[in-house]
């Protein structure tokens, strides 16, 4: 977890890709460390009620506004395409499949590892290089347990909350532009949107939003929690874990799509 | 004879080719302050960092209460830690917690089963001891310096610890302030009965709170003994450039 000590080591590959391959492997040790620590028993309470509370409510007016946004801009401008085919009655339907299945997990996942992953990465961070996470260590208290746990837990809990509430403020969005310009009635619109979802889409989405939540947690802890001394540091710990938390999020999305569609 | 807390043997330790601690022999005797002085980067913070499990060390005993710090597991670290008190050289109190939350953290994360009133009981006193009561429902960052030094300790005296580490407690701070705190750390002695050891670089300190003096040159201990033993005639040349550059006015301090 801690730096190797500048020692004459030969290298493996070169110099730059062995620092990435050693930051690769402190980092999954990062991970299984949480699964060794977790428990229960141990959980902070406290401190995790606070973190769900600071991730998920702090991020519900953002939330709102991309999601509304969203669904509102998506049903307008797949309008078009489907008029050509004289077919847009099945505009809830299009739109629904595309929120539910891909767009309100995703939306709701980079909103969050900017919001939320900066937020982490720099709160740790600073409290790293300004020995406060030694300060909790000294006085009996696990600063893993305390910070890390806690903050990755509040995570994988409430990204998926969010994901499905993104995904009813961007139908709510989607409905108002169809009403708008159909006038499809609300029981309409529900009954084409969720008649062409199904227990799978719902499914994969909850778990693509939970490796989503758990991934931005585990990311901007890993980066704020061994943030090298200074204020430099803090900066870094906090772009590291947005930018590493958004090429994860597309892995992931990518992933889950491949292994999903195997069922389909 | 005096019981020791503290026993350290031939230690080392060194990061990459740096060699910082290079064979220490130090004792803390039950209820003395013991001063540690030297020149900055001589691994003082590194020495104490080591004796409260913050720092491995590579080699040589390290003693504490009894605990062999080289053969220690995970529960008797945690239960030692609440015997020895670190106060840090930038008091590192919590940004995010007012003044009470930070006092009371340890109580209730460490210590855990304390009722609401105990802890508050505790937490008063506390701040009492440091003098600023008035502070309770501020944020660190509104406190002065030597105020957040006096946070700092009184965050680490209320589990009372049997052993307090200072890390420059005066550092950075004005001369009045410096002596305040000077008288602080004595009252805590006094009061709740620690054995200290207080780095610093700054010999007013030494001399108003140190029952005895050691001085770091070099990664070794370089003369241990009381304030004038110390800074006697037959001192070596960097021992008296020490004395003489603290007190560069008032050479015949
Ligand atoms: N974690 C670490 N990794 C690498 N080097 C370190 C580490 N901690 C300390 N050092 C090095 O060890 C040396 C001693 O550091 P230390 O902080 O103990 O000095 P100090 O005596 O407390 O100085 P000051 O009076 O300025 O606080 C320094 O040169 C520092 O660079
Ligand atoms: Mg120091």
């Keep these: 977890m801690l730096k190797k000590p500048p020692g004459k080591r030969e290298n493996f590959i070169s110099e730059k890709i062995d620092r990435q391959l050693l930051d690769f492997k402190s980092g999954v040790d990062f991970v299984i460390l949480f699964f060794k620590e977790f428990s229960f028993k141990t959980l902070v309470w406290s401190e995790f009620v606070h973190q769900c509370y600071q991730i998920g409510l702090k991020s519900l007016g953002l939330i709102s506004l991309t999601g509304f946004v969203t669904g509102l801009v998506f049903t307008q401008q797949s309008r078009p395409s489907l008029l050509d085919f004289g077919a847009e009655s099945w505009l809830p339907s299009l739109v629904s499949i595309a929120i539910v299945r891909a767009l309100a997990a995703l939306v709701t996942a980079i909103i969050a590892a900017g919001k939320v992953g900066s937020n982490i990465g720099a709160e740790l961070g600073s409290m790293r290089v300004t020995e406060q996470i030694d300060a909790m260590e000294v006085s009996a208290v696990r600063p893993f347990n305390f910070l890390v746990i806690t903050r990755v837990l509040a995570c994988t809990i409430s990204i998926p909350i969010l994901s499905f509430y993104t995904a009813a403020v961007a139908l709510a969005g989607s409905f108002i532009n169809v009403y708008v310009n159909e006038q499809t009635n609300l029981r309409a619109f529900l009954f084409d949107a969720f008649d062409s979802i199904t227990f799978l889409d719902l499914g994969s989405s909850l778990i693509k939003a939970i490796l989503f939540g758990f991934t931005i947690g585990m990311v901007s802890c890993y980066s704020g929690y061994n943030a090298s001394k200074g204020t430099i540091g803090v900066g870094k710990a906090a772009n590291t874990s947005v930018v590493r938390s958004i090429f994860l999020i597309f892995i992931i999305e990518i992933f889950v799509v491949q292994v999903t569609n195997s069922f389909r | ?253």
């Design chain 2, 1 to 253: 004879m005096r019981n020791t807390v503290i026993e350290i043997r031939d230690l080392y330790k060194s990061f990459g080719d740096l060699h910082v601690l290079k064979g220490i022999d130090l004792d803390l005797y039950d209820g003395e302050n013991l001063v540690v002085l030297g020149k900055s980067g001589t691994g003082k913070s590194v020495l104490i960092k080591i004796i409260c499990g913050l720092i491995k060390a590579d080699k040589g005993k390290v003693n504490v209460l009894g605990y062999d710090l080289n053969n220690i597991t995970k529960a008797e670290l945690n239960a030692l830690r609440l015997e020895v008190g670190f106060c840090f050289q930038h008091s590192a109190l919590y940004d995010s917690m007012t003044i009470q939350e930070n006092i009371e953290f340890p109580l209730k994360y460490a210590l855990k089963n304390l009722s609401k009133m105990e802890m508050d009981k505790k937490v008063d006193r506390v701040l009492e001891a440091v003098g600023l009561e008035q502070t309770k429902k501020q944020y660190p960052a509104e406190l002065s310096g030597g105020q957040k030094k006096r946070i700092g300790i009184a965050r680490t005296i209320v589990v009372n610890p049997k052993i307090l580490l200072y890390d420059e407690p005066t550092a950075g701070l004005d001369p009045i302030t410096c002596v305040e705190i000077n008288d602080l750390i004595n009252q805590v002695k006094a009061e709740f009965k620690a054995s200290s050891i207080i780095i610093t670089h700054d010999l007013t300190c030494a001399k108003q709170t140190g029952d005895r003096v050691s001085v770091l040159l070099d990664g070794v201990f370089e003369k241990t003994g009381n304030f004038a033993e110390v800074f006697n005639s037959e001192a070596s040349s960097q021992i008296k450039q020490f004395h003489d550059y603290n007190f560069i006015d008032n050479k015949n301090f």
